[in-house]
Protein backbone atom coordinates (compact mmCIF):
# COMPACT_ATOMS: atom_id res chain seq x y z
CA UNK A 1 0.00 0.00 0.00
CA UNK A 2 1.03 3.83 -0.68
CA UNK A 3 1.07 6.02 2.04
CA UNK A 4 0.60 8.77 0.41
CA UNK A 5 -2.16 9.67 -2.33
CA UNK A 6 -0.13 10.91 -5.49
CA UNK A 7 -1.49 14.42 -6.90
CA UNK A 8 -3.46 14.90 -9.33
CA UNK A 9 -3.10 15.39 -12.75
CA UNK A 10 -3.85 18.18 -14.95
CA UNK A 11 -7.15 16.72 -16.42
CA UNK A 12 -8.46 16.29 -13.07
CA UNK A 13 -7.90 19.47 -12.10
CA UNK A 14 -9.82 20.93 -14.85
CA UNK A 15 -12.70 18.46 -14.28
CA UNK A 16 -12.74 19.96 -10.56
CA UNK A 17 -12.91 23.29 -11.74
CA UNK A 18 -15.21 23.01 -14.14
CA UNK A 19 -17.51 21.24 -11.79
CA UNK A 20 -17.08 23.96 -8.69
CA UNK A 21 -17.95 26.82 -11.76
CA UNK A 22 -20.73 24.38 -12.58
CA UNK A 23 -22.22 24.41 -9.49
CA UNK A 24 -22.28 28.13 -8.94
CA UNK A 25 -23.66 29.04 -12.23
CA UNK A 26 -26.55 26.90 -11.31
CA UNK A 27 -27.00 28.28 -7.77
CA UNK A 28 -27.07 31.52 -9.82
CA UNK A 29 -30.23 30.53 -12.36
CA UNK A 30 -31.92 29.15 -9.44
CA UNK A 31 -31.41 32.53 -7.43
CA UNK A 32 -32.56 34.20 -10.96
CA UNK A 33 -35.40 32.10 -11.32
CA UNK A 34 -37.25 32.24 -7.67
CA UNK A 35 -36.49 36.42 -8.05
CA UNK A 36 -38.41 36.33 -11.13
CA UNK A 37 -41.02 33.73 -9.43
CA UNK A 38 -41.25 36.48 -6.25
CA UNK A 39 -41.82 39.22 -8.83
CA UNK A 40 -44.58 37.11 -11.08
CA UNK A 41 -45.80 37.35 -7.82
CA UNK A 42 -46.37 40.48 -6.56
CA UNK A 43 -47.08 41.91 -10.37
CA UNK A 44 -50.40 39.34 -9.88
CA UNK A 45 -51.49 40.53 -6.46
CA UNK A 46 -51.00 43.78 -7.63
CA UNK A 47 -53.29 43.07 -10.76
CA UNK A 48 -55.61 41.21 -8.44
CA UNK A 49 -56.01 44.35 -5.96
CA UNK A 50 -56.16 46.48 -8.78
CA UNK A 51 -59.24 44.79 -10.10
CA UNK A 52 -60.96 44.46 -6.99
CA UNK A 53 -60.46 48.18 -6.47
CA UNK A 54 -61.62 48.80 -9.93
CA UNK A 55 -64.67 46.07 -9.13
CA UNK A 56 -65.35 47.79 -6.20
CA UNK A 57 -65.54 51.33 -7.86
CA UNK A 58 -67.86 50.11 -10.34
CA UNK A 59 -70.07 48.43 -8.17
CA UNK A 60 -70.42 52.05 -6.20
CA UNK A 61 -70.98 53.65 -9.46
CA UNK A 62 -73.97 51.45 -10.46
CA UNK A 63 -75.13 51.69 -7.04
CA UNK A 64 -75.67 55.80 -7.72
CA UNK A 65 -77.32 55.27 -10.63
CA UNK A 66 -79.60 52.87 -9.48
CA UNK A 67 -80.59 55.15 -6.77
CA UNK A 68 -80.99 58.21 -8.87
CA UNK A 69 -82.91 56.31 -11.37
CA UNK A 70 -85.31 54.71 -8.22
CA UNK A 71 -85.81 58.52 -7.13
CA UNK A 72 -86.51 59.74 -10.71
CA UNK A 73 -89.03 57.20 -11.18
CA UNK A 74 -90.41 57.19 -7.87
CA UNK A 75 -90.73 60.77 -8.90
CA UNK A 76 -92.41 60.32 -12.29
CA UNK A 77 -95.89 59.78 -13.28
CA UNK A 78 -96.64 56.06 -14.34
CA UNK A 79 -97.67 55.56 -18.30
CA UNK A 80 -101.49 55.49 -18.89
CA UNK A 81 -102.08 56.42 -15.07
CA UNK A 82 -102.62 59.64 -13.52
CA UNK A 83 -100.00 61.67 -11.57
CA UNK A 84 -100.18 60.35 -7.81
CA UNK A 85 -98.00 62.54 -5.42
CA UNK A 86 -95.06 60.44 -3.71
CA UNK A 87 -94.11 61.05 -0.44
CA UNK A 88 -91.46 63.71 0.05
CA UNK A 89 -89.02 61.54 2.11
CA UNK A 90 -88.31 59.00 -0.93
CA UNK A 91 -86.85 61.57 -2.90
CA UNK A 92 -84.73 62.59 -0.51
CA UNK A 93 -83.35 59.73 0.43
CA UNK A 94 -82.47 59.04 -3.21
CA UNK A 95 -81.42 62.50 -3.96
CA UNK A 96 -80.62 64.84 -0.84
CA UNK A 97 -80.57 68.14 -1.09
CA UNK A 98 -77.35 69.80 0.02
CA UNK A 99 -78.14 73.05 2.02
CA UNK A 100 -76.10 76.09 1.60
CA UNK A 101 -73.85 77.69 4.24
CA UNK A 102 -74.60 81.12 4.81
CA UNK A 103 -72.44 83.60 3.65
CA UNK A 104 -69.77 84.38 6.74
CA UNK A 105 -70.46 87.32 8.93
CA UNK A 106 -68.22 90.37 8.88
CA UNK A 107 -66.75 92.20 11.61
CA UNK A 108 -65.12 95.04 12.07
CA UNK A 109 -62.88 95.81 15.03
CA UNK A 110 -65.70 98.59 16.40
CA UNK A 111 -68.06 95.49 15.97
CA UNK A 112 -65.99 93.25 17.86
CA UNK A 113 -65.67 95.66 20.60
CA UNK A 114 -69.28 96.41 20.88
CA UNK A 115 -70.39 92.41 20.72
CA UNK A 116 -67.34 92.09 23.35
CA UNK A 117 -68.76 94.23 26.00
CA UNK A 118 -72.27 93.50 25.42
CA UNK A 119 -71.18 89.65 26.07
CA UNK A 120 -68.43 89.93 28.53
CA UNK A 121 -69.36 87.74 31.02
CA UNK A 122 -66.55 89.08 33.49
CA UNK A 123 -68.23 92.80 32.74
CA UNK A 124 -71.37 91.52 33.62
CA UNK A 125 -70.35 90.78 37.57
CA UNK A 126 -68.23 93.95 37.63
CA UNK A 127 -71.77 95.54 36.88
CA UNK A 128 -73.25 93.00 39.64
CA UNK A 129 -71.04 94.56 42.10
CA UNK A 130 -71.32 98.04 41.28
CA UNK A 131 -75.38 97.44 42.06
CA UNK A 132 -73.98 95.50 45.44
CA UNK A 133 -72.35 98.49 46.37
CA UNK A 134 -74.78 100.50 45.91
CA UNK A 135 -77.13 98.67 48.28
CA UNK A 136 -74.69 98.70 50.76
CA UNK A 137 -74.23 102.57 50.66
CA UNK A 138 -78.41 102.52 51.04
CA UNK A 139 -78.45 100.34 53.99
CA UNK A 140 -75.50 102.22 55.59
CA UNK A 141 -77.82 105.30 54.87
CA UNK A 142 -80.63 103.99 56.47
CA UNK A 143 -79.22 104.30 60.39
CA UNK A 144 -80.02 107.80 59.84
CA UNK A 145 -83.95 107.12 59.69
CA UNK A 146 -85.51 106.14 63.14
CA UNK A 147 -86.74 102.33 63.34
CA UNK A 148 -90.24 101.36 63.84
CA UNK A 149 -91.10 97.85 64.78
CA UNK A 150 -94.25 96.20 66.09
CA UNK A 151 -94.32 92.67 67.52
CA UNK A 152 -97.06 90.95 69.22
CA UNK A 153 -97.41 87.87 71.87
CA UNK A 154 -100.15 85.39 73.13
CA UNK A 155 -99.10 83.21 76.47
CA UNK A 156 -101.38 80.70 78.22
CA UNK A 157 -101.14 79.60 82.18
CA UNK A 158 -102.28 76.28 83.34
CA UNK A 159 -103.01 77.78 87.03
CA UNK A 160 -104.29 81.33 88.13
CA UNK A 161 -102.39 84.00 89.67
CA UNK A 162 -103.20 84.46 93.63
CA UNK A 163 -101.78 86.78 95.79
CA UNK A 164 -102.50 85.65 98.95
CA UNK A 165 -101.91 81.83 100.30
CA UNK A 166 -104.71 78.94 100.61
CA UNK A 167 -104.30 79.44 104.35
CA UNK A 168 -105.06 83.28 104.18
CA UNK A 169 -107.60 82.20 101.66
CA UNK A 170 -108.98 79.77 103.57
CA UNK A 171 -109.41 82.48 106.64
CA UNK A 172 -110.88 84.63 104.62
CA UNK A 173 -113.80 83.17 103.68
CA UNK A 174 -114.41 81.54 107.21
CA UNK A 175 -113.95 85.10 108.90
CA UNK A 176 -117.40 85.21 109.65
CA UNK A 177 -117.99 82.51 111.25
CA UNK A 178 -114.80 82.72 113.60
CA UNK A 179 -116.30 85.73 114.45
CA UNK A 180 -119.68 84.51 115.64
CA UNK A 181 -117.99 81.86 117.80
CA UNK A 182 -115.55 84.33 119.54
CA UNK A 183 -119.05 86.35 120.20
CA UNK A 184 -121.08 83.76 121.94
CA UNK A 185 -117.88 82.48 123.51
CA UNK A 186 -117.23 86.20 125.15
CA UNK A 187 -120.78 86.35 125.96
CA UNK A 188 -120.81 83.13 127.57
CA UNK A 189 -117.96 83.94 129.66
CA UNK A 190 -119.80 87.43 130.32
CA UNK A 191 -122.60 85.62 131.47
CA UNK A 192 -120.84 83.38 133.49
CA UNK A 193 -120.41 85.61 136.03
CA UNK A 194 -122.75 86.32 138.87
CA UNK A 195 -122.99 89.43 139.43
CA UNK A 196 -123.66 90.34 135.86
CA UNK A 197 -125.96 87.46 135.47
CA UNK A 198 -128.21 89.14 138.72
CA UNK A 199 -128.32 92.30 136.68
CA UNK A 200 -129.34 90.68 133.72
CA UNK A 201 -132.05 89.00 134.66
CA UNK A 202 -133.49 91.90 136.99
CA UNK A 203 -133.33 93.87 133.43
CA UNK A 204 -135.82 93.20 130.92
CA UNK A 205 -133.85 95.14 128.86
CA UNK A 206 -130.75 93.55 128.46
CA UNK A 207 -132.33 90.00 128.21
CA UNK A 208 -133.63 91.35 125.07
CA UNK A 209 -130.48 92.26 124.14
CA UNK A 210 -128.84 89.66 124.88
CA UNK A 211 -131.52 87.90 123.09
CA UNK A 212 -131.07 89.43 119.77
CA UNK A 213 -127.03 89.23 120.12
CA UNK A 214 -127.01 85.33 120.20
CA UNK A 215 -129.87 85.34 117.57
CA UNK A 216 -128.40 87.60 114.81
CA UNK A 217 -126.38 85.54 112.26
CA UNK A 218 -123.33 87.29 111.21
CA UNK A 219 -121.09 84.48 110.20
CA UNK A 220 -122.83 84.51 106.70
CA UNK A 221 -122.49 88.27 105.31
CA UNK A 222 -118.97 88.24 106.80
CA UNK A 223 -117.64 84.81 104.86
CA UNK A 224 -119.17 86.60 101.97
CA UNK A 225 -117.09 89.46 102.46
CA UNK A 226 -114.18 87.33 102.92
CA UNK A 227 -114.92 85.40 99.75
CA UNK A 228 -115.00 88.42 97.94
CA UNK A 229 -112.06 89.63 98.64
CA UNK A 230 -110.23 86.37 98.46
CA UNK A 231 -111.57 86.26 94.75
CA UNK A 232 -110.00 89.93 93.97
CA UNK A 233 -106.55 88.69 95.26
CA UNK A 234 -106.83 85.94 92.28
CA UNK A 235 -105.80 87.09 88.99
CA UNK A 236 -106.94 85.13 86.21
CA UNK A 237 -103.94 85.15 83.86
CA UNK A 238 -104.82 81.69 81.78
CA UNK A 239 -104.99 83.68 78.45
CA UNK A 240 -102.60 86.49 78.55
CA UNK A 241 -102.10 89.00 74.96
CA UNK A 242 -99.86 91.85 74.64
CA UNK A 243 -98.95 94.05 71.31
CA UNK A 244 -96.12 96.58 71.07
CA UNK A 245 -94.59 98.81 68.78
CA UNK A 246 -91.66 100.42 69.11
CA UNK A 247 -89.58 103.47 67.88
CA UNK A 248 -85.66 104.10 68.56
CA UNK A 249 -83.83 107.20 66.89
CA UNK A 250 -80.05 107.63 67.31
CA UNK A 251 -79.30 110.71 67.80
CA UNK A 252 -75.60 110.67 68.20
CA UNK A 253 -73.40 107.46 68.06
CA UNK A 254 -69.89 108.67 68.55
CA UNK A 255 -69.82 109.50 64.44
CA UNK A 256 -70.20 106.01 63.35
CA UNK A 257 -73.44 106.59 61.27
CA UNK A 258 -71.47 109.13 59.22
CA UNK A 259 -68.24 107.29 58.99
CA UNK A 260 -70.08 103.97 57.61
CA UNK A 261 -72.13 106.08 55.12
CA UNK A 262 -68.64 107.39 54.25
CA UNK A 263 -67.34 104.30 53.66
CA UNK A 264 -70.01 102.99 51.54
CA UNK A 265 -70.18 105.72 49.21
CA UNK A 266 -66.40 104.99 48.96
CA UNK A 267 -66.84 101.41 48.35
CA UNK A 268 -69.87 102.51 45.99
CA UNK A 269 -67.12 104.49 43.98
CA UNK A 270 -64.02 101.52 44.07
CA UNK A 271 -66.52 99.19 42.37
CA UNK A 272 -67.29 101.85 39.80
CA UNK A 273 -63.51 102.22 39.27
CA UNK A 274 -62.74 98.29 39.00
CA UNK A 275 -65.78 97.84 36.13
CA UNK A 276 -63.50 100.43 34.36
CA UNK A 277 -60.62 98.49 34.65
CA UNK A 278 -62.53 95.85 33.39
CA UNK A 279 -63.96 97.97 30.63
CA UNK A 280 -60.48 98.31 29.62
CA UNK A 281 -59.14 95.18 30.18
CA UNK A 282 -61.83 93.38 27.73
CA UNK A 283 -60.89 95.84 25.08
CA UNK A 284 -57.52 95.26 25.35
CA UNK A 285 -58.56 91.32 24.62
CA UNK A 286 -60.33 91.93 21.59
CA UNK A 287 -57.83 93.87 20.26
CA UNK A 288 -55.43 91.18 20.68
CA UNK A 289 -57.75 88.75 19.59
CA UNK A 290 -58.46 90.74 16.39
CA UNK A 291 -55.23 91.71 15.31
CA UNK A 292 -53.85 88.15 15.54
CA UNK A 293 -56.42 86.77 12.88
CA UNK A 294 -55.59 89.56 10.87
CA UNK A 295 -51.45 88.56 11.45
CA UNK A 296 -52.39 84.85 10.75
CA UNK A 297 -54.50 85.31 7.73
CA UNK A 298 -51.81 87.70 6.09
CA UNK A 299 -49.45 84.90 7.00
CA UNK A 300 -51.45 82.70 5.50
CA UNK A 301 -52.08 84.45 2.30
CA UNK A 302 -47.60 84.31 2.51
CA UNK A 303 -47.82 80.72 2.51
CA UNK A 304 -50.37 80.41 -0.27
CA UNK A 305 -48.28 82.57 -2.57
CA UNK A 306 -45.02 80.61 -1.19
CA UNK A 307 -46.37 77.28 -1.76
CA UNK A 308 -47.69 78.60 -5.15
CA UNK A 309 -43.94 79.62 -6.20
CA UNK A 310 -42.32 76.32 -5.60
CA UNK A 311 -44.92 74.44 -7.08
CA UNK A 312 -44.66 76.20 -10.04
CA UNK A 313 -41.02 75.79 -9.82
CA UNK A 314 -41.40 72.17 -9.19
CA UNK A 315 -43.02 72.35 -12.89
CA UNK A 316 -40.25 74.91 -13.99
CA UNK A 317 -37.40 72.27 -13.19
CA UNK A 318 -38.97 69.51 -14.65
CA UNK A 319 -39.17 71.29 -17.92
CA UNK A 320 -35.64 72.81 -17.21
CA UNK A 321 -34.38 69.19 -16.62
CA UNK A 322 -35.79 67.83 -20.03
CA UNK A 323 -33.80 70.81 -21.45
CA UNK A 324 -30.60 70.38 -19.52
CA UNK A 325 -29.93 73.16 -17.54
CA UNK A 326 -31.30 71.84 -14.02
CA UNK A 327 -30.35 68.10 -11.91
CA UNK A 328 -32.71 66.35 -10.54
CA UNK A 329 -31.08 67.26 -7.21
CA UNK A 330 -32.66 70.51 -8.05
CA UNK A 331 -35.81 69.23 -8.57
CA UNK A 332 -35.50 67.40 -4.79
CA UNK A 333 -34.69 70.30 -2.93
CA UNK A 334 -37.70 72.42 -4.49
CA UNK A 335 -39.90 69.27 -3.75
CA UNK A 336 -38.54 69.48 -0.27
CA UNK A 337 -39.19 73.09 0.50
CA UNK A 338 -42.31 73.05 -1.77
CA UNK A 339 -43.73 70.44 0.85
CA UNK A 340 -42.85 72.49 3.60
CA UNK A 341 -44.53 74.94 2.80
CA UNK A 342 -47.64 73.34 2.06
CA UNK A 343 -47.35 72.19 6.14
CA UNK A 344 -46.93 76.15 6.76
CA UNK A 345 -49.66 76.52 4.67
CA UNK A 346 -51.58 73.71 7.04
CA UNK A 347 -50.49 75.25 10.34
CA UNK A 348 -51.53 78.91 9.12
CA UNK A 349 -55.22 77.17 8.17
CA UNK A 350 -55.44 75.50 11.59
CA UNK A 351 -53.83 78.51 13.59
CA UNK A 352 -56.55 80.96 11.65
CA UNK A 353 -59.47 78.85 12.84
CA UNK A 354 -58.37 78.52 16.33
CA UNK A 355 -57.80 82.43 16.36
CA UNK A 356 -61.22 82.86 15.02
CA UNK A 357 -63.01 80.47 17.44
CA UNK A 358 -61.00 82.90 20.36
CA UNK A 359 -62.77 85.85 18.74
CA UNK A 360 -65.88 84.08 18.68
CA UNK A 361 -65.68 83.39 22.44
CA UNK A 362 -65.06 86.78 23.42
CA UNK A 363 -67.57 88.34 21.51
CA UNK A 364 -70.13 85.87 22.28
CA UNK A 365 -70.90 83.88 19.17
CA UNK A 366 -70.98 80.51 18.83
CA UNK A 367 -67.48 78.75 17.86
CA UNK A 368 -68.18 77.28 14.86
CA UNK A 369 -69.58 80.69 13.51
CA UNK A 370 -68.55 81.54 9.97
CA UNK A 371 -67.11 85.33 10.42
CA UNK A 372 -64.98 87.44 8.11
CA UNK A 373 -62.72 90.21 9.43
CA UNK A 374 -63.00 93.77 7.48
CA UNK A 375 -59.30 94.51 7.93
CA UNK A 376 -58.65 90.10 7.15
CA UNK A 377 -57.59 91.01 3.42
CA UNK A 378 -55.26 93.60 4.20
CA UNK A 379 -51.78 93.33 3.13
CA UNK A 380 -50.64 95.74 5.55
CA UNK A 381 -51.55 96.58 9.28
CA UNK A 382 -52.70 100.19 9.57
CA UNK A 383 -50.62 102.05 11.76
CA UNK A 384 -52.17 103.13 14.72
CA UNK A 385 -52.41 107.31 15.60
CA UNK A 386 -49.94 108.72 17.62
CA UNK A 387 -50.94 111.24 20.36
CA UNK A 388 -49.37 113.31 22.62
CA UNK A 389 -47.62 112.53 25.88
CA UNK A 390 -49.37 113.09 28.77
CA UNK A 391 -47.90 113.99 32.00
CA UNK A 392 -47.75 111.60 35.22
CA UNK A 393 -50.42 113.95 37.07
CA UNK A 394 -52.94 112.96 33.85
CA UNK A 395 -52.09 109.89 34.00
CA UNK A 396 -52.62 109.57 38.15
CA UNK A 397 -55.87 111.07 37.16
CA UNK A 398 -57.30 108.90 34.21
CA UNK A 399 -55.50 105.74 35.75
CA UNK A 400 -58.83 103.84 37.37
CA UNK A 401 -55.85 101.76 39.54
CA UNK A 402 -55.10 104.93 41.15
CA UNK A 403 -57.89 106.17 41.84
CA UNK A 404 -58.70 102.62 43.88
CA UNK A 405 -56.39 102.86 45.78
CA UNK A 406 -56.95 106.65 46.61
CA UNK A 407 -60.46 105.44 47.47
CA UNK A 408 -59.59 102.49 49.69
CA UNK A 409 -57.37 105.21 51.57
CA UNK A 410 -60.91 107.15 52.16
CA UNK A 411 -61.99 103.56 53.42
CA UNK A 412 -59.36 102.72 55.88
CA UNK A 413 -59.52 106.17 57.17
CA UNK A 414 -63.45 106.00 58.01
CA UNK A 415 -62.72 102.81 59.58
CA UNK A 416 -60.19 104.58 61.80
CA UNK A 417 -63.69 106.80 62.47
CA UNK A 418 -65.60 103.73 63.35
CA UNK A 419 -63.05 102.08 65.65
CA UNK A 420 -62.82 105.60 67.62
CA UNK A 421 -66.51 105.83 67.74
CA UNK A 422 -66.70 102.77 70.14
CA UNK A 423 -64.83 104.42 72.88
CA UNK A 424 -67.49 107.40 72.49
CA UNK A 425 -71.15 107.89 74.49
CA UNK A 426 -74.33 107.10 72.31
CA UNK A 427 -77.59 108.26 72.98
CA UNK A 428 -80.94 107.45 71.81
CA UNK A 429 -84.63 107.88 71.85
CA UNK A 430 -87.01 105.66 71.93
CA UNK A 431 -91.27 105.11 72.79
CA UNK A 432 -93.15 102.57 72.88
CA UNK A 433 -97.06 101.89 72.43
CA UNK A 434 -98.76 98.57 74.55
CA UNK A 435 -101.69 97.04 74.60
CA UNK A 436 -102.33 94.33 77.21
CA UNK A 437 -105.31 91.75 78.19
CA UNK A 438 -105.68 91.61 81.16
CA UNK A 439 -104.53 95.21 82.00
CA UNK A 440 -104.00 96.51 85.58
CA UNK A 441 -104.41 100.15 84.71
CA UNK A 442 -107.83 100.31 86.44
CA UNK A 443 -107.36 97.56 88.64
CA UNK A 444 -107.21 94.17 87.16
CA UNK A 445 -109.60 93.88 84.59
CA UNK A 446 -110.04 91.07 81.78
CA UNK A 447 -110.03 93.80 78.57
CA UNK A 448 -107.69 95.41 76.29
CA UNK A 449 -105.36 98.09 77.62
CA UNK A 450 -103.02 100.54 76.30
CA UNK A 451 -100.42 102.92 77.30
CA UNK A 452 -97.49 104.86 75.97
CA UNK A 453 -93.74 105.35 76.89
CA UNK A 454 -91.13 107.82 76.15
CA UNK A 455 -87.37 107.87 77.19
CA UNK A 456 -83.52 108.27 76.63
CA UNK A 457 -80.95 105.56 76.38
CA UNK A 458 -77.81 106.91 76.94
CA UNK A 459 -74.58 104.26 77.05
CA UNK A 460 -70.80 105.62 78.25
CA UNK A 461 -67.97 103.02 77.36
CA UNK A 462 -66.03 102.67 80.61
CA UNK A 463 -63.83 100.05 80.20
CA UNK A 464 -63.14 97.22 77.95
CA UNK A 465 -59.96 96.03 78.20
CA UNK A 466 -58.12 98.56 75.40
CA UNK A 467 -60.26 96.72 72.82
CA UNK A 468 -61.38 100.15 70.76
CA UNK A 469 -57.73 101.22 71.49
CA UNK A 470 -56.65 98.85 69.89
CA UNK A 471 -58.66 98.92 66.96
CA UNK A 472 -58.27 102.33 66.54
CA UNK A 473 -54.86 101.80 66.28
CA UNK A 474 -54.92 98.56 63.47
CA UNK A 475 -57.34 101.24 61.63
CA UNK A 476 -54.69 103.79 61.59
CA UNK A 477 -51.84 101.41 60.18
CA UNK A 478 -53.73 99.91 57.85
CA UNK A 479 -54.51 103.33 55.94
CA UNK A 480 -51.04 104.30 56.73
CA UNK A 481 -50.26 101.15 54.87
CA UNK A 482 -52.65 102.05 51.86
CA UNK A 483 -50.98 105.20 51.54
CA UNK A 484 -47.51 103.66 50.88
CA UNK A 485 -49.15 101.08 48.52
CA UNK A 486 -50.38 104.22 46.21
CA UNK A 487 -46.88 106.06 46.13
CA UNK A 488 -45.78 102.40 45.05
CA UNK A 489 -48.70 101.85 42.51
CA UNK A 490 -47.37 105.62 40.93
CA UNK A 491 -43.97 104.88 40.63
CA UNK A 492 -44.65 101.95 38.90
CA UNK A 493 -47.37 103.22 36.76
CA UNK A 494 -44.96 105.79 35.89
CA UNK A 495 -42.10 103.11 34.74
CA UNK A 496 -44.69 100.99 33.05
CA UNK A 497 -45.91 103.96 30.80
CA UNK A 498 -41.93 104.79 30.13
CA UNK A 499 -41.79 101.52 29.00
CA UNK A 500 -44.54 101.05 26.68
CA UNK A 501 -43.35 104.24 25.43
CA UNK A 502 -40.18 103.38 24.71
CA UNK A 503 -41.72 99.75 22.77
CA UNK A 504 -44.09 101.72 20.86
CA UNK A 505 -40.68 103.74 19.46
CA UNK A 506 -39.08 101.02 18.96
CA UNK A 507 -42.10 98.78 17.19
CA UNK A 508 -42.82 102.15 14.70
CA UNK A 509 -38.79 101.60 14.09
CA UNK A 510 -38.70 98.01 13.36
CA UNK A 511 -42.08 98.34 10.77
CA UNK A 512 -40.11 100.75 8.58
CA UNK A 513 -36.58 98.71 8.64
CA UNK A 514 -39.50 96.17 7.71
CA UNK A 515 -40.62 97.80 5.12
CA UNK A 516 -37.67 98.54 3.32
CA UNK A 517 -36.26 95.10 3.88
CA UNK A 518 -39.48 93.56 2.27
CA UNK A 519 -38.64 96.36 -0.78
CA UNK A 520 -35.17 94.81 -1.38
CA UNK A 521 -36.48 91.27 -0.99
CA UNK A 522 -39.43 91.17 -3.11
CA UNK A 523 -36.62 93.46 -5.88
CA UNK A 524 -34.25 90.54 -5.15
CA UNK A 525 -36.67 87.94 -5.62
CA UNK A 526 -37.80 89.20 -9.04
CA UNK A 527 -34.09 89.43 -10.11
CA UNK A 528 -33.92 86.00 -8.62
CA UNK A 529 -36.94 84.53 -10.70
CA UNK A 530 -35.89 86.42 -13.99
CA UNK A 531 -32.65 84.71 -13.96
CA UNK A 532 -34.01 80.91 -13.16
CA UNK A 533 -36.22 81.58 -15.74
CA UNK A 534 -33.56 82.05 -18.50
CA UNK A 535 -31.26 79.34 -16.62
CA UNK A 536 -28.79 81.72 -15.51
CA UNK A 537 -29.30 81.52 -11.82
CA UNK A 538 -29.32 78.41 -9.48
CA UNK A 539 -32.36 76.83 -7.93
CA UNK A 540 -30.61 77.33 -4.19
CA UNK A 541 -29.89 81.13 -5.22
CA UNK A 542 -34.04 81.66 -5.81
CA UNK A 543 -35.25 79.66 -2.89
CA UNK A 544 -33.14 82.00 -0.61
CA UNK A 545 -34.56 84.91 -2.75
CA UNK A 546 -38.08 83.42 -2.03
CA UNK A 547 -37.28 82.53 1.87
CA UNK A 548 -36.13 85.97 2.19
CA UNK A 549 -39.17 87.71 0.93
CA UNK A 550 -41.26 85.33 2.62
CA UNK A 551 -39.23 86.12 6.34
CA UNK A 552 -39.34 89.46 5.14
CA UNK A 553 -43.41 89.84 4.59
CA UNK A 554 -43.86 88.11 8.07
CA UNK A 555 -41.91 90.37 9.90
CA UNK A 556 -43.81 93.35 8.35
CA UNK A 557 -47.22 91.44 9.15
CA UNK A 558 -45.68 90.87 13.22
CA UNK A 559 -43.83 94.29 13.29
CA UNK A 560 -47.41 96.06 12.30
CA UNK A 561 -49.65 94.28 14.70
CA UNK A 562 -46.49 94.54 17.38
CA UNK A 563 -47.12 98.52 16.85
CA UNK A 564 -51.19 98.15 17.16
CA UNK A 565 -50.63 96.11 20.39
CA UNK A 566 -48.18 98.69 21.81
CA UNK A 567 -50.92 101.54 20.93
CA UNK A 568 -53.06 99.94 22.87
CA UNK A 569 -51.21 98.79 26.05
CA UNK A 570 -50.01 102.37 25.77
CA UNK A 571 -53.38 103.59 25.70
CA UNK A 572 -55.17 101.72 28.59
CA UNK A 573 -51.71 102.41 30.59
CA UNK A 574 -52.28 106.59 30.34
CA UNK A 575 -56.14 105.79 31.20
CA UNK A 576 -56.99 106.62 27.71
CA UNK A 577 -59.47 103.65 27.09
Not at 294 to 323: F, N, P
Not at 359 to 372: A, M, N, V, Y
Not at 515 to 532: H, K, P, Q
Amino acid sequence: MERFRKPPTETEGEKREMNLGGREGGRKTQNAKRKTQNAKRKNAKRKRKNAKRKQIKQNDKMKRIIIILAGTLAVLPLSGQAQQPQPAQQFQSAQPVQQEKPAPQVLTLDDCRQMALASSNALKTAQQKVEIAGYDRKIAAANYFPKITASGTYMYANKDLQLISDEATNELTNAGTILQKDLSDKLSAILSDPVILQKVMTDPALQKLLGYVKSADIATPINAIGGQISQALTLDTRNTTAAVISLQQPVYMGGKIAAANKMAGYAEQLAKEQYSQEHAQVLVDIEQAYWQIVSIAGKKRLAEGYASLLHQMEKDTDALIAEGFATPSDALTIKVKANEADMMLTKANNGLALAKMLLCKECGLPLDSEITLADESLDMIPQPQMTEELTDEQIYEARPEIRSLELAQGIYKSKVDIARSDMLPTIAVTANYIVTNPNLFNGFQKKYGDFLTAGVVVSIPIFHGGEALNKTRKAKAEAAMTALKLDDAKQMISLQVAQLRQQEEEALEKLTTAESNLANAEENLRVATAGWNEGMIASNVVLQAQTAWLQAHSEVIESGVELQMCSVNLAKAEGRL
